[in-house]
């Protein structure tokens, strides 16, 4: 018996996917093994000089050091606006159509105690990055599953959402180029949304976090690129992963005013905003980034995804070859499941691959690796892999 017993919210929610992870790690560890880790999206380079030098600035200067405003400083947003604009062709209004996130993770938990009441469905893809769920639980809401499989290209089928639950629905979750899928989404499933989503009261959320992280010269869209969209939704956006920023937490929902100010009033009860100094920094990093630097930062995880996928395909494993991401969706060998799979990659390899079902239930049957770890690093954890499964 323990005096504090949790809320029923709280004991809904499963351990955290990477707190397992590290759990394991630490245990071979202890034993000597020099684990190298796959497991974490989370870029290894660091984050620009440029950017640091203006956060430097910033915090040097006492107006920086009261309260921020909880919304984001109006030049924070106006630089995410004129971001969208070049980017995507997007327009937004500052002042109504953007809130600064602390990291765009705290943007799901904001949509859903806004907007969803007890009981109430949101639609989740499964597997998914798994925040869109816990989220939905520390509201009291319902998660319906909506499973993305391979013969559909990893995109939903909203057509077979039973009509009763769509009517209870209050969020639809959508998170394209994906993790941890890697797949990405064109114009006419967006347009599809759109057309599903306008007969319902339904929000749609676009977190797209990985929208600069492409291949090939591929482009991924923005959501909000499609007619009808800010209607019907928003997006998430980050300065996490384009700018290799993770650590300094700072992103971005923008789109349909009603919904960005119902999540500002959250926002606001909940915490103060982000440090000026990290919004000075953010717009530097969004206003003042060449293109070459994220095309150069694209070619090194584009030669770590092609040595991947060369040695796992090599080795008899299928591997997707991503267009955008910086990860790779694999099937597991067959015999194996996913969390078996994983544990094997770590006793004969001392490499830490993440389960696909650590991503919901339809992430069985495959495993998710990050190409964020140096080359050196990346290229012995292969010759490992190819080593243990050769024998
Ligand atoms: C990395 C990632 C984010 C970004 O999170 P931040 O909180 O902005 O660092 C959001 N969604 C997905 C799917 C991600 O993989």
Redesign the pocket.
Known sequence: MTKHTRSGRLQQIPPYLFAEISKKIEHARKKGVDVISLGI?DPDMPTPKYIIAELERAANDPKNHQYPDYEGMLSFREAVAAWYKKRHNVALDPVSEVLA??????GSLHLSLAFVNPGDYTLVPNP??T?YRTSTVLANGQVYDLPLLEANSFLPQLDKIPKDVVKKAKILYL?YP??PTTAVAEKDFYKEVIDFTKDHTLIVCS?N??SEIAFDGYRPLSFLEVPGAKDVGVE?N????PYNM?GW???MAVGNPEIISAMATVKNNVDSGVFNAVQYAAITALLKTPDSRIDQLNSVYQKRRDLVYDTLTGVGIRAIRPKATFYMWCKVPNGHTSAGFATLMLDKAGVVVTPGAAYGSYGEGYFRISLTVPDSRLAEAMDRIKKALKK
Not at 101 to 106: A, D
Not at 238 to 241: E, F, Q, V
């Open positions: 999206g996130l602390i990291g765009s993770k705290e998914c990055y925040p998170s994906n993790n977190d976090p990985y998430f980050s300065l996490s992963k993770t937490r700072i992103g």
